[in-house]
């Protein structure tokens, strides 16, 4: 390397590479962000803050910019990508997983449980702050929260929106989920879980506090059925009802009008 470059090293990570040429350095793997990534990271240098005077997720230029990390109070960082190295090893407590394909969450859970004990604030970061350092920061909401992964996921994701987890690290998030709970389908009624769009509830029959109030149902709702007053009359002729001993309407009326015609006195004599 010409002396030139050697009197100008990075001012992010402090060693010297072609930052501004895209060249990845050999220490600690820092390199410049691509063009879909200044935007973000110009929007704010600040790591997003996941739990309230505790917990903060962000990339290695995040954990670069030490005086933004004291302004917010972060004394310590957990660092999830091995290549990536601890800068500021005087100014911050570090810590750091040394696997970079499987993500070790007991590890990382453990050094986050300490520093929440001690009411430490603690940085998780990794290259980009999008796949590996949230994936241990929602394996520690799972594990201390007891939420379940899907609402892990959208707790962090709604705190920055640039996560993007790999098919591989959702897997082991996954695996981690059954470990922690025996299973992955959301049957303890004790734990938070977000049904899917589209599942229709169930009320088993009782009405909701806000439904409207049904319309009394009419006692005769049976279509089918004739009411008694579109019944016919009866057909009964007429003057033919009996009033005892034999004796007809029509023989009562005639003994009225005529009653020299009978052949029964009417004195009874």
């Not at 240098?45 to 954990?63: K, M, R, V």
């Amino acid at each position: 390397m010409r002396k030139r470059e050697r009197e100008n090293p990075c001012g992010v990570c402090g060693h010297y590479h072609k930052y501004e040429e895209g060249e990845v350095c050999g220490i600690c793997g820092h390199r410049a962000p691509a063009p879909s990534e200044k935007s973000s990271l110009q929007v704010s240098a600040f790591p997003s803050e996941i739990l309230q005077d505790f917990l903060y997720l962000g990339s290695y230029d995040n954990a670069s910019r030490s005086e933004l990390l004291k302004t917010q109070g972060i004394s310590r960082v957990l660092n999830t990508v091995p290549a990536c190295q601890n800068l500021y090893k005087n100014s911050f407590t570090y810590h750091c997983l040394q696997d970079d394909k499987t993500l070790q969450f007991d590890d990382a859970i453990q050094f986050l449980e300490q520093c929440e004990r001690d009411k430490a604030r603690v940085l998780v970061h990794c290259m980009s702050g999008k796949n590996r350092s949230p994936a241990i920061v929602m394996a520690y909401l799972m594990k201390s929260k007891r939420w379940r992964l899907l609402q892990s996921y959208q707790w962090v994701k709604e705190r920055r929106s640039s996560v993007e987890l790999s098919p591989a690290v959702y897997q082991q998030l996954q695996e981690y989920e059954e470990k922690i709970f025996g299973s992955v389908d959301g049957s303890n009624p004790a734990l938070p879980v977000f049904p899917p769009v589209g599942v229709p509830s169930f009320s088993f029959g009782l009405p909701k506090v806000n439904d409207p109030v049904p319309a009394p149902v009419p006692a005769f709702n049976n279509l089918g059925a004739t009411s008694i007053f579109a019944r016919p009359t009866l057909d009964v002729p007429p003057h033919e009802f009996t009033f005892g001993a034999g004796q007809t309407q029509k023989n009562i009326s005639e003994s009225l009008t005529n009653p020299n015609g009978s052949d029964t006195p009417m004195d009874g004599t």
